[in-house]
C-alpha cells in the first residue's frame, strides 16, 4: 500500500490528543461542507433563472431565422422550397415578413413591428399557448393578434368595430410627396386576439397574415423577409445551416436561438460566471481553515514525523501526508455538501418549498455539469490548500 496515502488515512480517522486540533478540523470540514453545498446550490438557482428567463424568448423565437444579407428582402422560388422541405432534420418553417410600422387607434399612435406570417407559423412558433384572450388570426383576412402591451397602450378591446385599428406602411420609392396619401399605404385592420409572453415582447410585435404585409410593402408573391425554422430533436444544427447556405448560394444570414438573443444569453452568462466567483472566494476564505488545521496538526505529529524521518522516510513523503490529508478532506466534504445541495435542489424542484409570489416557486435546475464544476473547484482549491500547509514539513523542522 502507498505509505503517505496510509498514514494520511490513519490522521483522518483517528482524533488528535490535542481536543484544539480537534475542534479546527471539524471546522475546516463544516467549512467545505457547506462552501460546496453553497456553490452547488446557487448554481443550481441560476440555472432556473436563465431556464426561466430564456422561456419568454422561445416562446417567441424560431430554433433558426433566416434573413438576407444584401437587404431587407429576398426572393424564394418553388425550387429552393422544394429544397428546403427535403432537408434531414428540418420539422418545418414558415416564411414572414418583418417592418417597423405605424399602428393607429383613436388618435393613439404607436410604432412597432408588423409581422406577417403565413399559414404554417404555428407549426415553428407555439405563439397560440401565449394567447391572453381572444383567437389567432385566420390566413387571407384582415385580422390581426396584439401584444397586451400595445392593447393597454391603446386601450383597446377586440372587435371592437366602432373604432378602427389602421396601419400605415411607409410607400417605396422616390420623389417629391405632397401629401400623407403619397408618402403612405394604409389598411383598417381587426383585432381579434392579444397574447402575453413578457413586458417587453408584448410591445414588439402585431402578428398578421403574410398577404396583409405584402400587399402593405409593395411585396410580390414569393417576396419575404425571412424564413423561421423549427429543428427535429436531436438535429444536427450545423448541418441544417450548411445545405440552406448551398439553398441560397450564401446570400443569406441564419441565426439560431441564441445569436437572436445575443445580448440577453451574455448578460445571463456573465451573472453565472460573477455568482460563481463570488462563492468560490466564499469557498477560498472557507479553506484558510484546512491550511491552519493540517499546519496545527504537523506541529501536532511532530514527533511522529521525526521519527519516520530517522527511520529513512524521506521529506517528500512526509509532505505527501499532509497533502494527500488534506486533498481527501477536500473530496469527502465537496461530496457531504454536494449531497446536501442536490437534495435542497430536488425537494425545491419537487416540493416548490420556496415561492416568488404565491403561484410561481423558485427555479432551480439540477445539473450534472453543476455537480462537476462544484466538485471540480473544492477539490483544485482543496489541492492548492493542502500543498500550502504540506510545504512547512522541512529538515528544519524536524530538528
Not at 428582402?73 to 422550397?81: A, G, L, N, T, W
Not at 399559414?119 to 401584444?147: A, M, R
Not at 445571463?268 to 460566471?273: H, S
Not at 432551480?364 to 483544485?380: C, H, Q, R, W
Amino acid at each position: 500500500m502507498n505509505f503517505p496515502l496510509y498514514i494520511a488515512k490513519r490522521y483522518i480517522l483517528s482524533n488528535s490528543k490535542n481536543n484544539a486540533i480537534n475542534i479546527i478540523n471539524r471546522i475546516a470540514s463544516m467549512g467545505i461542507i457547506v462552501g460546496a453545498m453553497a456553490l452547488f446550490v446557487v448554481l443550481s438557482v441560476f440555472s432556473g433563472l436563465k431556464v426561466f428567463s430564456l422561456s419568454f424568448t422561445n416562446d417567441i423565437d424560431p430554433d433558426l431565422k433566416i434573413s438576407s444579407t444584401l437587404g431587407k428582402s429576398f426572393f424564394i422560388s418553388p425550387e429552393q422550397e422544394a429544397e428546403i422541405k427535403k432537408i434531414d432534420g428540418l420539422a418545418s418553417y414558415s416564411k414572414i415578413i418583418e417592418e417597423r410600422v405605424l399602428f393607429v387607434f383613436n388618435d393613439k399612435q404607436e410604432v412597432t413591428y408588423l409581422k406577417g406570417v403565413d399559414s404554417n407559423f404555428n407549426n415553428v412558433n407555439d405563439i397560440k399557448k401565449t394567447l391572453y384572450n381572444g383567437q389567432w388570426l385566420e390566413p387571407n383576412t384582415y385580422q390581426v393578434v396584439v401584444g397586451y402591451g400595445i392593447a393597454q397602450k391603446f386601450s383597446m378591446g377586440l372587435l371592437d368595430f366602432n373604432n378602427q385599428l389602421e396601419v400605415w406602411v411607409p410607400k417605396p420609392g422616390k420623389g417629391t410627396i405632397e401629401n400623407a396619401e403619397q408618402a403612405f399605404n394604409k389598411s383598417q385592420v381587426y383585432p381579434i386576439g392579444i397574447y402575453a409572453i413578457s413586458p417587453d415582447l408584448d410591445s414588439k410585435y402585431v402578428f398578421a397574415d403574410l398577404g396583409l404585409a405584402q400587399e402593405l410593402l409593395e411585396y410580390k408573391a414569393n417576396q419575404i423577409s425571412g424564413i423561421e425554422i423549427k429543428e427535429k430533436a436531436g438535429a444536427d444544427e450545423n448541418a441544417i445551416i450548411a445545405e440552406l447556405n448551398s439553398i441560397f448560394n450564401n446570400r443569406i444570414t441564419i441565426k439560431n436561438r441564441a445569436q437572436l438573443n445575443e445580448s440577453l444569453y451574455k448578460m445571463l452568462n456573465t451573472e453565472n460566471i460573477a455568482v460563481y466567483l463570488i462563492f468560490t472566494l466564499v469557498i477560498v476564505v472557507a479553506l484558510f481553515n484546512l491550511i491552519g488545521a493540517l499546519i496545527m496538526m504537523i506541529l501536532d505529529k511532530k514527533g511522529n514525523l521525526k521519527t519516520l524521518f530517522n527511520l529513512g522516510t524521506e521529506i517528500k513523503d512526509l509532505r505527501k501526508i499532509f497533502l494527500l490529508q488534506g486533498t481527501l478532506l477536500s473530496v469527502f466534504g465537496g461530496i457531504i455538501g454536494l449531497t446536501l445541495g442536490i437534495i435542497i435542489v430536488l425537494l425545491q424542484q419537487h416540493f416548490q418549498l420556496v415561492m416568488i409570489t404565491p403561484t410561481l416557486a423558485y427555479p432551480v435546475i439540477f445539473s450534472i455539469e453543476n455537480v462537476l464544476i462544484v466538485m471540480g473547484t473544492i477539490v483544485t482549491l482543496g489541492f492548492i490548500a493542502s500543498l500550502i500547509a504540506s510545504s512547512r514539513v522541512s529538515k528544519k523542522l524536524l530538528e
